[in-house]
């Protein structure tokens, strides 16, 4: 198809230094082309992050389904008798180390194509083959190819997983310009799509002028297309490229407050944050110490109204409300990385993991996290949730998916659904009651709102906010709830 085929901007990739964003970002400040913008270096500091990943990383080689693979299934008797005992392969499963893309988001004269250029141009000479296109122009060669494909094979056929793979070939690294959905045709195919990419080690980065939950806003049949905007937040790592700063004109970090997978990224996630949220200026970082109950709890990292602990330090020692409690009368933001999912097996971690959470939440304090898993896979794992849901099923006591849905898409909707979370748990032996699974349900809601945009930025003094009069009322707030908690 050479007409569609000329759409495609896939070229080899040259860059024999390995030269990353950042050196490039260096360069252009160094020649004064550019003035050095502490949020935009921070954005850039992200793009070499995936940069460092991509250094390692091979796309396995791409294998396109059959064509009767594509097709459906037999309704004869004969048929039926053929396929009752092989489900249909999942051909879509992505690969867990495929490294998390990128969709950065911000208004006109944000510095979209800057960024893409710098992180496009500056690609790792592993990646050979790289893909840059504007997404209105990808998704017209999409159905293009989609048409093609039904005209020769029936229209009956799943041409999507087919069009995918023709893609991967093409590329190891797609670049959108523009991501954007406005028609219902590309809305109904766009999750599959980008799944069946992502399944063939392909990784995603996209610009936009908006945040994924605003895409295909009051859309026809919208309800289908929010996997795709849940495959996006998995999947991608989301960047607000629209610079917010806070009275001390320190700019906020561009990503959410929750990381995962604990890849190279997570580290400068949680630095980030630890500087926004600490005061390094004034407080450098230091090792504290404080008393509780006869004994004393260390903190191992603190600067200002921050505090910082790995997973390990915080959770796996003998700690408990108590000393939560009496940690959030010293700190008002803790970042915690390396997060496990935690499994029946790791049950007491995870009990006292739910505490920890608790004891934020009602100190309205700010949580930054880095996970191994996705936070709805904290507690339960992909398995132990599929076999609850499967259960329910059967007992009428959970719905039935959607067609469009699939066990992930029901695992976010648990994240702000306290009565459906606690509808899959009932169906799960692994809890010892209805008081440990409400508090795991609990928790998993609690989690959903401190991510909030309103729960991070509240009482940071943020001038769009109202600056440090925002911040003082804040402060107010607190000292009340410490005099009560007393």
């Given at each position: 198809?050479?007409?569609?085929?000329?759409?495609?901007a896939?070229?080899?990739?040259?860059?024999?230094?390995?030269?990353?964003?950042?050196?490039?970002?260096?360069?252009r400040?160094?020649?004064?082309?550019?003035?050095?913008?502490?949020?935009?270096?921070?954005?850039?500091?992200?793009?070499?992050?995936?940069?460092d990943?991509?250094?390692?990383?091979?796309?396995?080689?791409?294998?396109?389904?059959?064509?009767?693979?594509?097709?459906?299934?037999?309704?004869?008797?004969?048929?039926?008798?053929?396929?009752?005992?092989?489900?249909?392969?999942?051909?879509?499963?992505?690969?867990?180390?495929?490294?998390?893309?990128?969709?950065?988001?911000?208004?006109?004269?944000?510095?979209?194509?800057?960024?893409?250029?710098?992180?496009?141009?500056?690609?790792?000479?592993?990646?050979?083959?790289?893909?840059?296109?504007?997404?209105?122009?990808?998704?017209?060669?999409?159905?293009?190819?989609?048409?093609?494909?039904?005209?020769?094979?029936?229209?009956?056929?799943?041409?999507?997983?087919?069009?995918?793979?023709?893609?991967?070939?093409?590329?190891?690294?797609?670049?959108?310009?523009?991501?954007?959905?406005?028609?219902?045709?590309?809305?109904?195919?766009l999750?599959?799509?980008?799944?069946?990419?992502?399944?063939?080690?392909?990784?995603?980065?996209?610009?936009?002028?908006?945040?994924?939950?605003?895409?295909?806003?009051?859309?026809?049949?919208?309800?289908?297309?929010?996997?795709?905007?849940?495959?996006?937040?998995?999947?991608?790592?989301?960047?607000?490229?629209?610079?917010?700063?806070?009275?001390?004109?320190?700019?906020?970090?561009?990503?959410?407050?929750?990381?995962?997978?604990?890849?190279?990224?997570?580290?400068?996630?949680?630095?980030?944050?630890?500087?926004?949220?600490?005061?390094?200026?004034?407080?450098?970082?230091?090792?504290?110490?404080h008393?509780?109950?006869?004994?004393?709890?260390?903190?191992?990292?603190?600067?200002?109204?921050?505090?910082?602990f790995?997973?390990?330090?915080?959770?796996?020692?003998?700690?408990?409300?108590?000393?939560?409690?009496e940690?959030?009368?010293?700190?008002?933001?803790?970042?915690?990385?390396?997060i496990?999912?935690m499994?029946?097996?790791?049950?007491?971690?995870?009990?006292?993991?739910?505490?920890?959470?608790?004891?934020?939440?009602?100190?309205?304090?700010?949580?930054?996290?880095?996970?191994?898993?996705?936070?709805?896979q904290?507690?339960?794992?992909?398995?132990?949730?599929?076999?609850?849901?499967?259960?329910?099923?059967?007992?009428?006591?959970?719905?039935?998916?959607?067609?469009?849905?699939d066990?992930?898409?029901?695992?976010?909707?648990?994240?702000?659904?306290?009565?459906?979370?606690?509808?899959?748990?009932?169906?799960?032996?692994?809890?010892?009651?209805?008081?440990?699974?409400?508090?795991?349900?609990?928790?998993?809601?609690?989690?959903?709102?401190?991510?909030?945009?309103?729960?991070?930025?509240?009482?940071?003094?943020?001038?769009?906010?109202?600056?440090?009069?925002?911040?003082?009322?804040?402060?107010?707030v607190?000292?009340?709830?410490?005099?009560?908690?007393?």
């Amino acid at each position: 198809m050479p007409e569609s085929t000329r759409c495609f901007a896939t070229v080899s990739n040259v860059n024999p230094d390995s030269r990353g964003p950042l050196d490039e970002y260096e360069e252009r400040v160094h020649s004064h082309k550019l003035r050095d913008d502490e949020h935009q270096r921070g954005i850039v500091q992200i793009l070499q992050d995936l940069h460092d990943m991509l250094t390692d990383y091979k796309a396995p080689q791409v294998v396109h389904p059959s064509i009767d693979s594509l097709k459906p299934r037999s309704k004869s008797f004969l048929g039926s008798l053929l396929h009752r005992n092989s489900p249909k392969k999942n051909l879509t499963r992505i690969r867990p180390n495929l490294p998390k893309g990128l969709y950065m988001y911000g208004d006109v004269g944000s510095g979209k194509t800057m960024l893409m250029d710098m992180f496009y141009d500056t690609l790792p000479h592993n990646i050979t083959s790289k893909t840059r296109i504007h997404f209105h122009n990808f998704m017209q060669d999409v159905h293009k190819r989609l048409h093609a494909m039904k005209l020769e094979h029936g229209s009956d056929l799943d041409a999507i997983l087919y069009v995918a793979a023709d893609i991967a070939e093409q590329g190891s690294v797609l670049c959108f310009d523009e991501f954007q959905c406005t028609d219902v045709a590309d809305a109904m195919i766009l999750r599959r799509l980008l799944e069946a990419l992502m399944s063939h080690g392909v990784v995603l980065v996209t610009t936009s002028n908006r945040h994924p939950d605003d895409l295909y806003k009051n859309g026809i049949q919208r309800s289908s297309f929010i996997p795709c905007i849940n495959l996006l937040k998995s999947r991608l790592r989301v960047i607000n490229l629209d610079s917010t700063t806070d009275y001390r004109k320190i700019a906020r970090p561009p990503s959410g407050v929750y990381h995962h997978p604990l890849d190279k990224a997570a580290i400068s996630h949680a630095d980030k944050w630890f500087r926004f949220l600490g005061d390094p200026e004034d407080d450098p970082p230091h090792r504290a110490v404080h008393r509780v109950w006869g004994r004393d709890i260390e903190v191992p990292k603190a600067s200002g109204k921050a505090a910082m602990f790995t997973f390990d330090q915080l959770i796996g020692r003998a700690t408990g409300a108590a000393d939560y409690i009496e940690l959030t009368k010293v700190y008002e933001a803790f970042i915690v990385t390396g997060i496990p999912g935690m499994s029946y097996r790791e049950r007491d971690l995870a009990r006292r993991f739910i505490t920890f959470i608790d004891a934020i939440y009602e100190s309205r304090a700010k949580l930054v996290l880095t996970t191994a898993v996705p936070l709805y896979q904290l507690f339960m794992s992909r398995e132990e949730i599929d076999s609850a849901l499967e259960t329910g099923h059967e007992a009428g006591t959970v719905k039935q998916r959607e067609e469009h849905e699939d066990v992930d898409d029901v695992m976010r909707q648990m994240m702000d659904d306290l009565g459906m979370n606690m509808n899959v748990l009932k169906n799960s032996s692994i809890f010892s009651g209805d008081e440990e699974r409400f508090a795991f349900s609990r928790a998993l809601s609690r989690l959903s709102e401190m991510g909030s945009q309103d729960w991070v930025e509240r009482g940071l003094g943020l001038e769009h906010r109202g600056g440090l009069n925002e911040k003082e009322g804040w402060q107010r707030v607190r000292s009340r709830w410490r005099e009560d908690s007393m």
